[in-house]
């Protein structure tokens, strides 16, 4: 049998829901949106193809997890926004199904609004539904907009990551034995954007800078570190064991110069948060933390792979567009947790952001520096993706923790009143700017 894909009654968001040029000022919502709960399922390696264990159920998990750390009831809740799949792609082979209502893929590799309104018990006052799909980045940003527009008060943002064995991204021209069109040329190795152009990029970014692979060893590894200290992160759960220096030189090339442990892992996880009005807020169970501001960006390459030139040109402006419009500088940032699946470019955010005064050019010597949680520069205290699995969500669990003052052995010894969180790709994606006070 074949399950029917994801057919959502849900719409995703429109253009307009997200900044994506700039000169458009200050957020015109900024401080009068907080996020204030958090819930995380538990991490798994892959789908071990139960009920118990699909992205649904833990969907619902993180959902309930959520209402139970911010203090409200399911009723209370009048907005829900999804991103859609678990990675934004079909899911490859056809396989059985279980018995109904598990007749599509809905609930098992992807959660729509409207299958969480209908499964988590008590979301009984829900008006608006909505979807950001591609990441958790998309979904932020959107709910973000709907609270501050007044399209709902309180909302649930969710988005369940899942990793089928042997299926993960097999769809869709990597599935296939032949390439045709632009995929000719695009997709030697699989997935377009990856392996290939990173690596490029990477090659590009050190003959111009003077660098090399070996330097992002202490990055890598401070990684893995925090990402220990993410009590819901995969690798706490279930691999807490050092990464060291020699690990990570050590490991074997995927396609040089991007080894092994310069991707993430693809695990089985899902997260909620609950965004709601400033003035809700300040009567939930969390001390709020404030959205200043958010951005999006969606580079266009002029040829079959982004240049170094690109992709410096399209980090710079994203950055531009959050700082903005939250009315803030480089200087004014805390806490920075960018994205980090492909450990190859995250020297781009790192540069475009100018947290800590680095410039152009400049990652790869910060990087020497002390980077670790307790230290004078405590980059990606979240451990991100490197260090708790691919699910592009730590940095927000991470940024609003800190910002609460509860991120265990995590917390920052720096000052912690703003955090900025976003990815994925250089080539695209959503930004937002946190904030302890809304002024």
């Given at each position: 049998m074949t399950l029917r894909p994801l057919n959502p009654n849900t719409k995703n968001a429109p253009a307009e829901m997200y900044r994506a040029v700039e000169g458009l000022g200050v957020w015109e919502h900024r401080g009068k949106v907080a996020a204030v709960g958090i819930g995380h399922s538990p991490a798994d390696r892959r789908w071990d193809g139960t009920i118990e264990k699909s992205l649904g159920a833990y969907a619902i998990i993180a959902a309930n997890k959520c209402l139970e750390d911010a203090g409200v009831t399911a009723g209370q809740i009048d907005g829900v926004v999804t991103v859609p799949n678990g990675m934004g792609d079909p899911w490859g082979p056809d396989r059985p199904y279980f018995e109904a209502p598990y007749d599509t893929e809905d609930g098992l590799s992807g959660v729509t609004a409207d299958w969480l309104v209908n499964n988590v018990p008590g979301?009984?006052?829900?008006?608006?539904?909505?979807?950001?799909?591609?990441?958790?980045?998309?979904?932020?940003?959107?709910?973000?907009?709907?609270?501050?527009?007044?399209?709902?008060?309180?909302?649930?943002?969710?988005?369940?990551?899942?990793?089928?064995?042997?299926?993960?991204?097999?769809?869709?021209?990597?599935?296939?034995?032949?390439?045709s069109g632009p995929a000719t040329w695009e997709a030697l190795w699989g997935w377009p954007g990856g392996i290939p152009q990173f690596g490029a990029g990477f090659v590009e970014y050190c003959n111009k800078y003077g660098s090399n692979h070996d330097r992002l060893a202490p990055f890598v590894v401070n990684l893995r570190t925090n990402g220990l200290l993410m009590p819901e992160g995969y690798y706490a759960q279930n691999r807490a064991e050092p990464f060291t220096v020699d690990d990570y030189l050590n490991s074997r090339w995927i396609s040089k110069p991007m080894s092994m442990n310069d991707c993430d892992m693809?695990?089985?996880?899902?997260?909620?948060?609950?965004?709601?009005?400033?003035?809700?807020?300040?009567?939930?169970?969390?001390?709020?933390?404030?959205?200043?501001?958010?951005?999006?960006?969606?580079?266009?390459?002029?040829?079959?792979?982004?240049?170094?030139?690109?992709?410096?040109?399209?980090?710079?402006?994203?950055?531009n567009k959050l700082y903005e419009a939250s009315g803030l500088s480089p200087a004014d940032v805390d806490v920075f947790n960018a994205y980090d699946g492909f450990t190859l470019f995250t020297q781009y955010y790192l540069e475009a952001f100018q947290w800590h005064g680095v410039k152009r050019g400049e990652a790869h010597d910060f990087y020497q520096e002390d980077l670790s949680v307790k230290g004078p520069h405590p980059l990606l205290p979240s451990g991100g993706n490197n260090g708790s699995g691919r699910t592009r969500y730590w940095h927000y669990t991470d940024c609003i923790q800190q910002l609460q003052g509860r991120a265990g052995p995590r917390q920052v010894n720096i000052k912690a009143e703003t955090a900025v969180a976003g990815g994925p790709l250089p080539a695209g994606g959503n930004w937002m700017m946190f904030g302890t006070s809304p002024d």
């Open positions: 979301l009984d006052n829900v008006q608006f539904k909505m979807h950001g799909p591609g990441c958790m980045a998309n979904a932020m940003n959107v709910a973000a907009q709907a609270v501050g527009d007044g399209l709902a008060h309180t909302v649930l943002v969710v988005r369940a990551t899942g990793n089928m064995p042997g299926r993960y991204h097999q769809s869709g021209t990597p599935s296939g034995d032949l390439t693809p695990i089985q996880n899902a997260v909620c948060y609950l965004l709601t009005t400033a003035e809700r807020a300040k009567d939930m169970k969390q001390k709020p933390v404030y959205i200043l501001g958010h951005a999006t960006h969606n580079g266009k390459a002029r040829s079959v792979y982004q240049t170094l030139e690109e992709t410096e040109e399209w980090t710079s402006s994203v950055a």
